[in-house]
């Protein structure tokens, strides 16, 4: 279904640039050199790797229960945590192309090159990594369509657009600024955001550090998952 898994993210974050980056983006200055619309294309890059890499997994292995074809698989000789690696890796792989893409189309719109690959390419790929395994997870414990939707639509999709993608952390008051610390993407966003402009409101070690360990702890639990059959077998 590439129209579904590749045109629509795509599509819609063409409407974010062309809006907010080109249209509402001059008449906004920052403190910076950068234009508004390289500062965002690092948040719009991360609202596709996260939300492409949760979809995939989660809406593939949920309709595997569904339809009883898990089953299938669990008997097969293949080991957990080679079942686990197989769906991570398959979706990490939807979530980089869809970031690729993006910035792809970024640079089209504003030739913004990036000015520490290696960073980028630590923050994508442990985020993806860690929003595929957290997707799958998820879609065992779903038992609805309703269930699996929750997460994306009530507690990633807002964290995302409440972590910076369209603002930066001074832009905030004091108060607001506090609360937003509190936020997870923040962390994700910011420390992509540095590795194109090399600005950061916090450091993007310490969140790489923290997207590591999340991604370990995550796969783990997915691992066990896989091997107890845990929601899967009944």
């Known amino acids: 279904m590439w129209g579904q898994s590749l045109l629509a993210p795509i599509t819609s974050v063409l409407l974010y640039m062309i809006i ?10 920052l403190e ?23 979809m995939n997994g989660s809406f593939s292995l949920f309709l ?19 079942m686990a690696l197989a769906y991570i890796i398959a979706s990490v792989l939807r979530g980089l192309m869809i970031g690729a ?10 030739g913004l090159v990036p000015l520490h690959p ?8 442990l985020t993806a990594w860690s929003f ?23 507690i990633m999709t807002p964290l995302i657009f409440l972590g910076g993608v369209f603002y930066s952390l001074d832009m905030l008051p004091p108060f607001w600024q506090t609360v937003a610390r509190a936020n997870p ?14 600005t950061s409101d916090m450091n993007p070690y310490s ?28």
């Open 101 to 110: 893409m993006i910035y792809a189309i970024g640079y089209g719109f504003s």
């Open 132 to 154: 595929a395994a957290i997707g799958l997870i998820i879609a065992v414990w779903a038992k609805t369509f309703d269930q699996l939707g929750i997460f994306n639509s009530f």
């Open 20 to 29: 907010f980056g080109v249209s509402i983006g001059q008449q906004i200055h």
């Open 32 to 54: 910076s050199e950068h234009s508004y619309l390289e500062f965002i294309i690092p948040g719009l890059m991360m609202i596709g790797i996260m939300s492409n890499s949760v």
């Open 207 to 234: 969140s790489i550090l923290f997207l590591f360990i999340l991604s370990i702890a995550s796969t783990a639990l997915l691992t066990w998952i896989f091997k107890s059959g845990w929601k899967l077998r009944t």
């Open 118 to 125: 290696l960073i980028i390419g630590a923050v994508s790929v």
């Open 64 to 82: 595997g229960k569904m339809h009883g074809s898990i089953f299938d698989l669990l008997v097969a000789p293949i080991r957990a945590v080679e």
């Open 185 to 198: 993407m923040l962390y994700m966003i910011d420390s992509l955001r540095y590795g194109f402009l090399g």
